[in-house]
């Protein structure tokens, strides 16, 4: 397991040195998503008004407030990303996001993405979000304001992690490691607990 | 009818919801910090290392823990000596927690099941969920849970026949728990009804999770079923957040009831790391403790 810090924009070099398992903190700008900002991309077909060329985009509906022109943070966290799997090979292939952030991971067809065009999952932890905002300096900006609170947002983030590598662009899929080992271990399992 | 201030009570709720996000309770806490001493993964050790440092962001900064604010739940124990309104209390606990919602402020997480319209309110139409029980005392003994959807989601239940048996009953646990992966953000609690009606067992499983964590039932049959189902769970390896690891629940809880001589029912309601429950004793000189 090795550890890394890195900035975004993310090299395609960046992301295919991660492995499975190891963690990512990182610097620089973070997009924030969610499923209806993406149904609002993908199924109504809306341009995005800024580049997610290189950046990690989370999975997020963020409590913010707004100050005149300003928007403030006041709790994001992150949510399953299983609901958003259809929406990511896309995102991946047509929009160049390099990573994609959230809970509980995504499906083949993302990971075959990632290992074609060099993008990563990144597991957070979930119901951490107070250490979320924490990290959080800055609501750069709010796209798509009318979809809040599932916009578009650009954050601006500082050491922002821990993050875990858990499917990385080499074919790896750490979820799906961890149920083919349960699954190795059930027959065992079932027998000691008198189930079998 | 006794001229007991209600705005208490309101005041009550709306503190209980705020104190339940951003506090978590000790013996979660300490749960938590027995399941990192366990965790020989490094990549579930990080996991606890994020989650510690979540908690203490929280206590110091006021905020809260997750930002998923739950569907508020609200165990009220109303005391018989000690003539209480149960209507003023409804619609006092009702008002506090709109009030917390609006004026902390946080996200309202409460939406219509068809249109998908979230009022902001944190309540509507059979929101909040209210349990009710009585007491000996005369005190009003309030206990809030903000009920997270992570671990909801992954929550199940069974009508298994007599000829299934308690076999079927404890596979359908530990199946359950191993199948929800990392979507219920564990470890946390695994709470199970087990006995009653279709609707009871699922209550008592919500009542499981509510226990302070490792408590066991008092029945001590049933307490060694939740000890060999939390060793079953926690050797499958899901471990923390989904990711691997040798901790995947702090704790089963089992919560029983008497059920027909022809049903078996089973109902597991999963709860996250992040257990959270915040509690208040009211007494009828309107003075309030706070607690868990």
């Known amino acids: 397991m090795a550890e890394y810090h890195l900035t975004s924009p993310f090299s395609e070099q960046d992301i295919r040195q991660l492995r499975a398992g190891d963690i990512v903190r990182f610097d620089g700008r973070l997009f924030g998503i969610r499923d209806l900002t993406q149904i609002y991309m993908f199924d109504q077909h809306h341009e995005p008004p800024v580049s997610l060329a290189g950046y990690p985009c989370i999975h997020t509906a963020p409590s913010l407030r707004k100050a005149g022109d300003k928007w403030e943070k006041i709790c994001v966290g992150t949510t399953t990303s299983v609901r958003m799997d259809r929406f990511s090979p896309d995102l991946i292939a047509k929009y160049g996001v390099r990573a994609i952030i959230g809970k509980a991971g995504l499906y083949q067809k993302s990971l075959e993405a990632m290992q074609q065009y060099g993008a990563v999952y990144l597991a957070i932890v979930g119901g951490s979000a107070a250490l979320e905002t924490l990290q959080i300096e800055e609501v750069e900006a709010v796209y798509w304001e009318h979809l809040h609170p599932e916009a578009l947002y650009q954050f601006r983030v500082k050491n922002f992690g821990p993050l875990t590598v858990a499917m990385d662009s080499h074919g790896r899929h750490l979820y799906d490691e961890v149920r083919a080992e349960a699954a190795r271990r059930m027959p065992e399992i079932y027998k000691k607990l008198g189930v079998a | ?292």
């Open chain 2, 1 to 292: 009818m006794s001229d007991f201030d209600y705005g208490i009570v309101e005041e009550a709720a709306k503190q209980l919801y705020i104190k339940a996000l951003c506090d978590l309770p000790p013996d979660v806490r300490e749960a938590l910090k027995r399941a990192y001493a366990r965790e020989t993964k490094p990549t579930a050790r990080s996991v606890y290392e994020a989650i510690f440092k979540t908690i203490e962001t929280a206590d110091q900064k006021h905020t809260l823990i997750c930002q998923d604010t739950g569907l508020p739940l609200y165990k009220v124990k109303i005391g018989s000596r000690y003539a209480w309104n149960g209507y003023e209390i409804k619609s006092r606990l009702t008002n506090g927690t709109r009030r917390a919602t609006q004026e902390f402020p946080f996200r309202s997480s409460s939406t219509h099941p068809l249109l998908r319209v979230n009022p902001q309110t944190s309540v509507g139409p059979g929101l909040p969920v209210f349990y009710w029980d009585f007491s000996e005392d005369d005190t009003l003994d309030i206990l809030m849970a903000p009920k997270g959807s992570g671990s909801e989601n992954v929550s199940k239940m069974q009508m298994f026949t007599p000829a299934d048996g308690v076999k079927a009953v404890k596979k359908f646990v530990l199946d359950t728990v191993v199948n929800g992966g990392g979507m219920p953000c564990p470890p946390g609690i695994i709470g199970v009804g087990f006995g009653g009606t279709a609707d009871l067992v699922a209550k008592l499983a919500k009542d499981a999770i509510l226990r302070p964590v490792g408590q066991r039932n008092p029945d001590p049959e049933i307490a060694t079923m939740e000890v060999e189902l939390e060793e079953a769970i926690n050797s499958s390896g899901v471990g923390a957040m989904g990711l691997g690891g040798d901790v995947t629940t702090l704790a089963v809880h089992i919560e029983t009831a008497y059920t027909h001589i022809t049903q078996n029912p089973v109902a597991v309601n999963c709860q996250c790391w992040p257990a959270r429950r915040a509690r208040a004793v009211i007494h009828p000189d309107g003075a309030v403790e706070y607690g868990y």
